[in-house]
């Protein structure tokens, strides 16, 4: 790479480089330090040419407010956000993209010359990994989703674009899947929700069934939503879950002859579009989803 390369802040494929010209992004949470995006994202920049640095900051509720006026202040361009400061950032912005507004919540800030707008591409992220890793079309499928919580949301507004033609929604605390449904109350009438004892039936009747509780995440891996025999043969099995990368609900549902759909490519995915928001440019989603493999083997 020549000098005049670096002042033109293109950077090579052995390593980012920083000079005068690098744009910062970063990921913000607490905690945050087990965190996979800044590998995940600065493979990307690399893989790209783009000459950009995305660093994790561990931010607590009380400097949220600092950390924001930091953003403006340094031209920050791009922020990922993760639990718990979702919902406590959306005040903080300019404007909050529909998708955001409608979910709730905000996972990835874009800044416009000091205009800070805030999306969601968690749900987004999720349904082009199901589209690009299970199934193409999910228009007139039957959709049912075990699981109510903070990830349920914005994956109920993005399947719900896709023309399917029922989404049900089955939680331990029915109160919290029925809240979902009167939140989406308006936006689409294909939305019901079921509480534990009409699970076994919801789930014969569906075509994709997709768990969003925590149940079978590490540490506690033997636990699964479902009871397998209660899944259609030839359904698409697909967990929101990615450590482990195959949970017991995948594993048991393969082997009732289900197709399943890890929860890695949501991750990937919600990355991919944070990043084409940032820069216009489309993800290195395959070098990108090699960054984070290489990650988790390394144990990093
Ligand atoms: P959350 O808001 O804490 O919701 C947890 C959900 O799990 C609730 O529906 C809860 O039911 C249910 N649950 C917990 N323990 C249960 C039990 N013992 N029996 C039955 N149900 C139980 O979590 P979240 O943020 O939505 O995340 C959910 C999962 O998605 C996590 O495993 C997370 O790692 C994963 N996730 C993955 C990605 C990705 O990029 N792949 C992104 C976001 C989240 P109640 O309402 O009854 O408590």
Redesign the pocket.
């Known amino acids: 790479m020549s000098t005049a390369d670096n002042f033109t802040g293109i950077s090579d494929q052995a390593g980012n480089v920083v000079d005068s010209h690098t744009i910062l992004y970063s990921v913000i949470g607490d905690p945050i330090h087990h965190s996979k995006s800044p590998v995940m994202m600065n493979r990307a920049f690399r893989e790209t040419g783009i000459n950009g640095i995305y660093t994790a900051f561990h931010i607590k509720d009380a400097q949220l407010p600092d950390f924001v006026a930091g953003v403006r202040a340094m031209g920050i361009r791009g922020v990922n956000v993760t639990i718990p400061h979702k919902l406590a950032v959306m005040p903080l912005l300019d404007e909050i993209d529909e998708s955001a507004r409608a979910i709730g919540a905000v996972n990835t800030i874009v800044n416009h010359d000091g205009r800070l707008v805030g999306y969601n591409t968690?749900g987004i992220g999720y349904v082009r990994s199901l589209k690009e890793e299970a199934e193409p079309n999910l228009a007139g499928k039957r959709i049912l989703i075990v699981?109510?919580?903070?990830?349920?949301r914005g994956i109920v507004y993005a399947l719900a674009r896709e023309g399917a033609a029922s989404i049900t929604i089955s939680?331990?605390?029915v109160q919290?899947a029925e809240e979902l449904v009167l939140a989406f109350e308006g936006q689409t009438d294909i939305l019901r929700a079921i509480g534990n004892e009409a699970l076994r039936e919801a789930c014969g009747e569906a075509d994709i069934i997709i768990n969003?509780?925590?149940?079978g995440?590490h540490p506690k891996i033997d636990e699964t939503?479902v009871d397998a025999s209660w899944l259609a043969p030839g359904a698409i099995a697909s967990d929101?879950?990615?450590n482990p990368m195959t949970t017991r609900f995948l594993a048991e549902a393969k082997q009732r002859g289900c197709s399943i759909h890890g929860?890695?490519g949501?991750?990937i995915y919600?990355g991919a579009y944070a990043f084409e928001f940032w820069t216009d440019r489309k993800a290195p989603v395959e070098a990108m989803r090699s960054a984070v493999l290489d990650a988790f083997s390394a144990g990093r």
């Open positions: 968690d699981g109510a919580g903070g990830a349920t939680n331990r605390t919290r969003t509780t925590s149940l995440m939503p929101l879950i990615y929860g890695l949501m991750f919600q």
